[in-house]
């Protein structure tokens, strides 16, 4: 029995184990993680993906618009009286006398009485429909490059912003391993101070370092969760604490093959070209076919035998219309022409940028190494330092002044190494 309890109670010990791991790491939430919410509940996108949908039903409604059979009703009754026809004040006929008032027998027949259903359809307009639905599809094509272009942009916050969250985690670990060394000094200083090997004084003044040091480590931590706060409001999730963030992996993309300004000009091109052919979609012949079939009379008299029916053709050839289509030629070469020197003037800009970004990574490799080698000779200094103290050889003055440089120079390490993932960031955003 007392083995099966063990038993039980090792399981039991393994799956909380096992709980308590899948726990930790679904804490552990990097930048993919707030990059991918952000993909997901982004409104702009969530609108993008619906028009994307409406551009589709689009194409349907250009063809029923088109190419289907167009069915309507429509009844209308007309009563033309005249007045004073032949002694009576109001008459409805289709014989007036000459002295009638009232409209032209001729014009109204007196009256009509109708109740059709009419049918009709366009002819030979398939140039008409593919010009149309080609305009459909380089709007749809421009909702893509929208939603590359939003996407892309968000990746580039959210980078920038998780980097420097990541930077404030860095210096409140560093500051609250200056803070654990200091309380230990003090505790030395305290000894020193009983033995008089140091003065009252030098305690009072590290002690009070000491809650310097604290009030800034608040101030970080403070900053830490301001900005994870704004990475979830970002990333469109509820706010959770969150303890620390992983390092960014922040991989430098190669060249792409098709450049975003390449492919954004190509659309805007195509849109120019799209709208001046469904202009010119009036200046084609435009054939349709109607019939109708009901009831049709101008009076009451007989009217049951006035149900017929009636078809035709109709061609519509445009003439002149006062030179539109010449206007919105030239107009149309104004907007290529506005859109080539865009092209032109982002291909150079790329390039500057590029080149810019290139070396001042260059320049902060060589800075950082330079710091690297510095902060060396400090760590040596400082250690130095250390061990003078305790022996009471140092005053805590200038002990506390190494430790000050010391800091300084880490922060700017620090900051070093957040801007150098900053530009790689930079480099992402500006190489596609």
């Not at 009451?300 to 006062?322: F, K, M, V």
């Amino acid at each position: 029995m007392s083995e099966l309890i063990m038993k039980n109670t090792q399981l039991t010990l393994i799956f909380l184990f096992l709980a308590f791991l899948k726990v930790s790491a679904q804490e552990i939430r990097g930048l993919d993680f707030y990059l991918d919410q952000a993909k997901n509940n982004t409104p702009a996108l969530f609108e993008n993906r619906n028009l994307e949908q409406i551009g589709k039903l689009q194409n349907n409604l250009i063809i029923a618009q088109n190419r289907a059979f167009q069915i309507n009703a429509t009844s209308e009754i007309l009563v033309a009286p005249y007045f004073d026809n032949n002694g009576k004040p109001i008459d409805i006929t289709t014989t007036p006398s000459p002295n009638a008032f009232g409209y032209d027998v001729g014009v109204t027949n007196g009256g009509l009485y109708s109740a059709q259903l009419n049918v009709t359809k366009n002819l030979f307009n398939r140039s008409v429909i593919d010009n149309l639905l080609f305009q459909n599809k380089i709007k749809n094509e421009a909702i893509l490059i929208s939603s590359e272009e939003i996407t892309h942009n968000l990746i580039k916050n959210i980078t920038d912003l998780y980097i420097t969250t990541y930077q404030l985690q860095l210096q409140e670990e560093f500051t609250k391993e200056i803070l654990i060394d200091l309380e230990t000094r003090l505790q030395v200083v305290e000894l020193l101070v009983k033995r008089a090997v140091l003065m009252e004084s030098d305690y009072l003044l590290l002690q009070l370092d000491i809650e310097s040091k604290k009030l800034e480590l608040k101030q970080i931590q403070n900053n830490f969760k301001t900005s994870i706060d704004q990475l979830y409001i970002l990333s469109g999730i509820p706010l959770e604490n969150v303890d620390s963030i992983p390092k960014p992996n922040i991989s430098a993309i190669v060249k792409p093959t098709d450049l975003f300004y390449n492919k954004k000009f190509e659309n805007d091109s195509l849109q120019v070209a799209a709208d001046q052919q469904v202009f010119n979609n009036q200046y084609k012949p435009q054939v349709s076919v109607y019939a109708n079939t009901g009831l049709n009379a101008v009076e009451l008299q007989n009217i049951e035998h006035r149900i017929g029916a009636s078809a035709g053709l109709r061609l519509t050839i445009p003439i002149y219309d006062g030179r539109q289509r010449k206007y919105n030629e030239l107009q149309n070469n104004y907007k290529k022409e506005s859109l080539e020197y865009y092209r032109e003037n982002s291909k150079i800009q790329l390039k500057n940028r590029i080149e810019s970004i290139k070396q001042q990574v260059v320049d902060l490799d060589e800075n950082m190494q330079l710091l690297d080698d510095q902060l060396q000779k400090q760590q040596n200094i400082l250690e130095i330092y250390k061990g003078k103290l305790v022996q009471g050889q140092v005053s805590i003055v200038d002990y506390l002044n190494v430790i000050q440089n010391h800091k300084q120079n880490v922060y700017a390490k620090l900051q070093m190494q957040t801007n150098h993932w900053l530009l790689q960031s930079q480099y992402n955003f500006i190489n596609w």
